[in-house]
């Protein structure tokens, strides 16, 4: 019976995971097709229809999963908040899975749009699904792409944990998603040059591989014609535990004793049940 009622758990979790990180997907390569392929909207409108896909998707599945929709705040999570292990790799695959599935919305909602802008379906909107080093422009490398992955995802983790620690000044639980949503604007606005600041492996993966299938032969490789694909992965998981490592030496240890909540969840107002379990987060995303 426990075993059942674990798994039935597990399996909420993962939908939660998948539906909140589809809806980020929707609105983030949604903006990003109409900004590039549709020439309706900018950089800013980018950010901030990210963010407010980070924010919708966390009111998504915060209650349910904890919203972390990125497999770099999983790890992050499993490596110093206590999140199971075992859980890691199903929340990653959710993750991944939702917003592979957005990104076959977009991609088949913008078909006309995106096949008039470039009709051989190139680097010129490959973007729209997935990073590029400099945005497939400017003069930024592999290990420069690399380097602002790692960085970039550092700061989400840290900030991430910050807003999330009870212990701490904390929003309230209802707020506690749009400042997540905000977090990722201000990255967007502040680092989203030398890679498009993807820190998020399941937001870049899934979508490449869904514009793969549907016809963009060079998914994998940047503009230079080099294997890319990893950079978005392995980045964001090493900053991710970076950031994460660096709020718990530096903040963290520093902060009031008091009851250590559930990892993995977001806080609940104190005259309901659960109340004091911990807020686990969102993404990137």
Same mark, same amino acid.
Do not use: C
């Given at each position: ?7 039935? /758990?597990?399996?909420? @979790? ?11 997907i929707l609105f983030g390569t949604g903006v990003v097709a109409q900004v590039v392929a549709g020439g309706i909207g900018d950089h800013d409108s980018i950010a901030w229809a990210w963010g407010l896909g980070v924010t919708l998707g966390v009111y998504?599945?915060? !209650? ?9 705040? =999983? ?10 292990? !075992? ?43 997935? =990073?590029?080093?400099?945005?497939? &422009? ?5 290990? /420069? ?16 944990? &910050? ?14 998603? #749009? ?13 989203? &040059? ?8 399941? $937001?870049?993966?899934?979508? !490449?591989?869904?514009? #793969?299938?549907?016809?963009?032969? &060079? ?19 090493? /900053? ?12 963290? $240890? ?10 993995? $969840? ?5 005259? @309901?049940?659960?109340?004091? $379990? ?8």
């Amino acid at each position: 019976m426990a075993e059942s009622v674990r798994a039935r /758990g597990l399996l909420g @979790e993962l939908a939660a995971e998948f539906a909140g990180t589809m809806i980020l997907i929707l609105f983030g390569t949604g903006v990003v097709a109409q900004v590039v392929a549709g020439g309706i909207g900018d950089h800013d409108s980018i950010a901030w229809a990210w963010g407010l896909g980070v924010t919708l998707g966390v009111y998504v599945a915060a !209650r349910i999963s904890g919203a972390h929709l990125n497999p770099a705040v =999983t790890v992050a999570l499993a490596a110093f908040k206590g999140f199971p292990w !075992r859980k890691v790799f199903p929340y990653s695959l959710a993750q991944t899975a939702g917003a592979f599935v957005a990104a076959l919305v977009v991609r088949w909602n913008y078909t006309e749009v995106l096949h008039a802008a470039d009709p051989g379906l190139t680097i010129k909107t490959q973007g729209v699904f997935s =990073t590029l080093p400099g945005n497939g &422009t400017l003069p930024v490398g592999t290990w /420069g792409a690399f380097r602002d992955q790692v960085i970039g995802t550092a700061i989400l983790l840290l900030l991430v944990l &910050t807003v999330s620690d009870l212990r701490n000044s904390a929003p309230a639980a209802n707020l506690a998603p #749009f400042v997540v949503g905000l977090i990722v604007v201000a990255i967007g606005m502040a680092w989203g &040059t030398d890679a498009g600041y993807a820190i998020n492996p399941a $937001r870049d993966f899934g979508p !490449r591989l869904a514009s #793969f299938l549907t016809g963009y032969e &060079t998914a994998w490789q940047d503009q230079y014609g080099r294997l890319y694909f990893w950079v978005p992965i392995v980045g964001p998981l090493i /900053g991710g535990l970076l950031g994460a490592g660096l709020y718990q030496i530096m903040v963290a $240890r520093f902060l009031p004793p008091g009851e250590e909540p559930e990892a993995g $969840r977001v806080p609940v107002p104190a005259d @309901e049940p659960g109340a004091g $379990r911990v807020p686990a987060d969102s993404e990137a995303a």
